[in-house]
């Protein structure tokens, strides 16, 4: 540890704190049990709102605690990242209260630790549940902020909005800009900004290693703010669980590390967001083969792929779209296979030497936490050759049952069945010659179960950082794939290279609009991949009223301001005349 050059300074009386560092100042007051923020950033004025953190799984809130203590470490910056302090956000000082109730024979802390720092224009902030004793705190619900009381947090205004971030991609789900009079649920960050000056707050969670967290609003006509919680512990729907969240067991049990930055534009504070869950958790960047431009399977072809038509459009890409522009800048094209690829191992080995003859990367799929099998074959089949485990030994169960997710059984990833499974797969794969691969249906693997195989994995985001982290290190063996998320959540972002920003979007005008939804609510998650997916850029599809040329210029305007360019039309003459229409496609590219 070593002093900060910026001082800070605490003041005030035994039930009045005030804390003040750099643009900051954190009051409390224990009368009210109430935190206070102010952020000042120039002549623009400041942003204060009431704080209250609370543990209801526990039953122990801030005004719980008959004693409270305060005490201040300070830190700076490190080179590595394993530091309990996560000072590679730079120097400065953590704050932390705490409370208990030691007249009760209580053995139980919670704590409120706040982390400022230099030249940062937001704070973070944890809540922790601890003991003496081993392994007797447990906990699925942890809110650092959870503001009890109406309050005004921006200047009334129709115009205001709040960011609903959904917490994957499947199921044409949406990022939404809600006018601030309802209530919401965004999970692991939102911002809640003026419409007209987008000054404005941005909170959320900057780890991703335990928890699923969420960020609830309930707001009334006029934009006043009824209730405000950033919590750890969300389970419903939309995270695709059907059981309540996990509870992480120990010593001591803590929230996800959470942001709060106020902004004079929310903009900036959403990309600030996006950098900070860097400094925790790099993004994967292991790709150095350029922006991915070429041609995937599933657009048109589908389960109607073939050998022939992969090698006829692999031709077709050497000697005319890439003599004609289309590649990137490092003069590849990218030629990925979907699922239904209809190839044997000896058609996908010689594909892959083919597309590599050509200067192009050959790419193919997997769904490493799913089984798509039948009730039956879980209990007669091996997960995969030469494993001791059936399919039944290694998918999760809930309430006893295995468990379906898109027609799909979900695999507990913490199962060495699993992890056999994956290995195999991935060193099939790299074996065949494939250097790219889409890795779709991970949600599978973020599903909470009844319990795992490592019985020290209580939650469905340690499971999935488990398994993928397996994945990962499979993958990476020799030559590291490209590995291009398809459904899949936004966190944790760093096992992907890429990631679909709007799954199942083709040709038409709606496809494009969906797709471009994300990219003007969640252009900031380009801070966490490499690039951002758009998915199938169909310019004629298997509609009978085919894409108009207005639409296909929509849809590669799409591509171009998402990040990757992978069209995905009949481009084989000879074969599969069925699918899509192939002498209007070589028209339309050309073009």
């Not at 005030?12 to 009368?31: L, N």
């Not at 070429?294 to 006829?312: I, L, R, T």
């Not at 995969?384 to 290694?394: A, K, L």
């Not at 929509?554 to 998402?562: E, H, I, K, L, Y």
């Amino acid at each position: 540890m070593c002093l900060c050059a910026n001082s800070f300074s605490v003041s005030g009386t035994p039930s009045h704190k005030v804390i003040e560092y750099e643009d900051w100042r954190i009051s409390y007051q224990s009368e009210e049990a109430l935190f206070t923020l102010e952020y000042q950033f120039g002549e623009k004025g400041s942003y204060s709102a009431l704080l209250a953190s609370s543990s209801p799984e526990a039953c122990y809130r801030t005004s719980d605690g008959v004693e409270h203590r305060l005490s201040a470490s300070h830190f700076k910056q490190m080179k590595h990242r394993h530091s309990r302090l996560k000072d590679t956000f730079g120097r400065g000082v953590s704050h932390r209260f705490e409370f208990s109730r030691p007249e009760n024979g209580d053995d139980v802390t919670m704590t409120l630790e706040f982390r400022l720092y230099e030249g940062r224009e937001y704070l973070l902030t944890r809540l922790s549940l601890s003991t003496t004793q081993d392994d007797s705190i447990s906990s699925n619900y942890l809110a650092p902020i959870n503001i009890r009381r109406p309050y005004r947090l921006l200047q009334a205004d129709p115009a205001n909005r709040m960011l609903k971030v959904p917490f994957d991609n499947d199921s044409f789900v949406r990022y939404q800009k809600y006018h601030l009079d309802r209530e919401m649920t965004s999970y692991e960050v939102t911002a809640l900004y003026e419409g007209i000056s987008r000054k404005g707050l941005v909170v959320g969670s900057v780890e991703h290693n335990r928890w699923k967290s969420a960020v609830n609003v309930k707001a009334e006509a006029g934009g006043v703010i009824r209730s405000l919680k950033v919590f750890s512990g969300i389970s419903d729907k939309e995270t695709r669980d059907v059981r309540p969240h996990g509870s992480p067991v120990g010593r001591e049990v803590s929230s996800a590390l959470m942001f709060v930055g106020y902004y004079a534009d929310w903009r900036n504070g959403m990309e600030q967001f996006a950098h900070a869950n860097t400094l925790v958790q790099p993004a994967r960047m292991t790709w150095n083969g350029g922006t991915p431009f070429g041609w995937q399977s599933w657009g048109v072809m589908a389960e109607k792929n073939s050998f022939e038509v992969d090698c006829d459009v692999a031709e077709y890409f050497h000697h005319t779209l890439q003599p004609g522009g289309f590649v990137n800048e490092k003069g590849l094209n990218i030629m990925s296979i979907d699922s239904w690829d209809n190839l044997s191992d000896p058609q996908k080995r010689q594909l892959t030497r083919l597309c590599e003859g050509y200067g192009q990367v050959a790419g193919t799929y997997l769904t490493p936490f799913c089984l798509w099998w039948n009730d039956d074959m879980l209990h007669s089949h091996k997960v995969t050759e030469g494993s001791p485990y059936t399919g039944y030994d290694c998918v999760i169960k809930v309430d006893g049952e295995p468990i379906k997710l898109d027609g799909a059984f979900c695999l507990d990833p913490t199962h060495p069945g699993t992890k056999q499974k994956i290995t195999a797969d991935v060193q099939r794969i790299k074996e065949q010659g494939f250097r790219y691969v889409k890795v779709d249906f991970t949600s599978n693997g973020m599903v909470q179960a009844d319990a795992y195989h490592n019985p020290k994995v209580k939650t469905a985001v340690e499971a999935y950082n488990e398994g993928f982290s397996h994945f990962v290190c499979e993958a990476d063996k020799g030559e590291p794939l490209f590995v291009a998320l398809s459904i899949a959540p936004i966190f944790p972002y760093q096992y992907g290279n890429s990631r679909r920003i709007a799954c199942d979007t083709w040709g038409k005008i709606g496809h494009t609009e969906y797709s471009m939804n994300a990219v003007g609510a969640g252009w900031w998650t380009n801070g966490f991949y490499q690039y951002n997916d758009p998915d199938h850029l169909v310019l004629v599809g298997n509609d009978e009223v085919k894409e108009t040329e207005g639409e296909n210029r929509a849809r590669v305007t799409n591509g171009a301001a998402s990040g990757m360019m992978l069209v995905s039309d009949n481009y084989s003459a000879k074969h599969r005349p069925e699918r899509g229409n192939a002498q209007l496609s070589f028209e339309r590219a050309k073009k």
